[in-house]
């Protein structure tokens, strides 16, 4: 019989710290990283718990903004003509960027423009309208960061 190893992502800030939740007694603690993030990122690492004693293990996620699995309906547009590209459905979200998954093969490319709609419906407070750059495509799953506007004035 196969024995299953549940996994737990611990995020770290920019200073190396994080906080871990015990999956067997549920205790909260403060996490410090010793070794560079870029040590440890990637990988798992077992833990004690120093509540229960239970040992887990954790993998640490290095990111500026942490990011959520969703799962809403949207449209991607070319940037310049508006045109409706592919029907999407965004699987993760964050202040810096999305993941998305397309209908079909559409001609995207690493480091091209894009604009994406996202939410319920147009009537919905909750929607999201963004430009992209497109920094992964691996088949129809397709990862994106947030940029400003092209013709954004910043002051």
Same mark, same amino acid.
């Given at each position: 019989?196969?024995?299953?190893?549940?996994?737990?992502?611990?995020?770290?800030?920019?200073? @190396?710290?994080?906080?871990?939740?015990?999956?067997?007694? @549920?205790?909260? &603690?403060?996490?410090?990283?010793?070794?560079?993030?870029?040590?440890? /990122?990637?990988?798992?690492?077992?833990?004690?718990?120093?509540?229960?004693?239970?040992?887990?293990? $954790?993998?640490?996620?290095?990111?500026?903004? /942490?990011?959520?699995?969703?799962?809403?309906?949207?449209?991607?547009?070319?940037?310049?003509?508006?045109?409706?590209?592919?029907?999407?459905?965004?699987?993760?979200?964050?202040? @810096? @960027?999305?993941?998305?998954?397309?209908?079909?093969? $559409?001609?995207?490319?690493?480091?091209? /423009?894009?604009?994406?709609?996202?939410?319920?419906?147009?009537?919905?407070?909750?929607?999201?309208?963004?430009?992209?750059?497109?920094?992964?495509?691996? &088949?129809?799953?397709? &990862?994106?960061?947030?940029?400003?506007?092209?013709?954004?004035?910043?002051?």
């Amino acid at each position: 019989m196969a024995h299953t190893v549940v996994i737990t992502q611990v995020y770290l800030d920019e200073h @190396g710290h994080g906080v871990v939740t015990c999956r067997q007694c @549920g205790v909260t &603690g403060p996490l410090m990283l010793t070794e560079s993030r870029d040590t440890v /990122r990637g990988h798992t690492c077992p833990i004690t718990c120093r509540a229960c004693h239970h040992v887990f293990q $954790i993998y640490f996620v290095s990111r500026r903004h /942490r990011r959520h699995a969703v799962l809403l309906p949207g449209l991607l547009y070319a940037l310049y003509t508006h045109q409706p590209l592919d029907t999407i459905t965004v699987t993760s979200l964050s202040a @810096g @960027g999305l993941s998305f998954r397309t209908s079909h093969q $559409i001609g995207c490319r690493v480091g091209e /423009r894009y604009a994406v709609v996202c939410g319920h419906s147009a009537r919905d407070p909750a929607l999201v309208y963004g430009d992209i750059v497109i920094t992964r495509i691996q &088949g129809q799953e397709v &990862g994106a960061v947030f940029t400003p506007p092209r013709n954004s004035v910043r002051a």
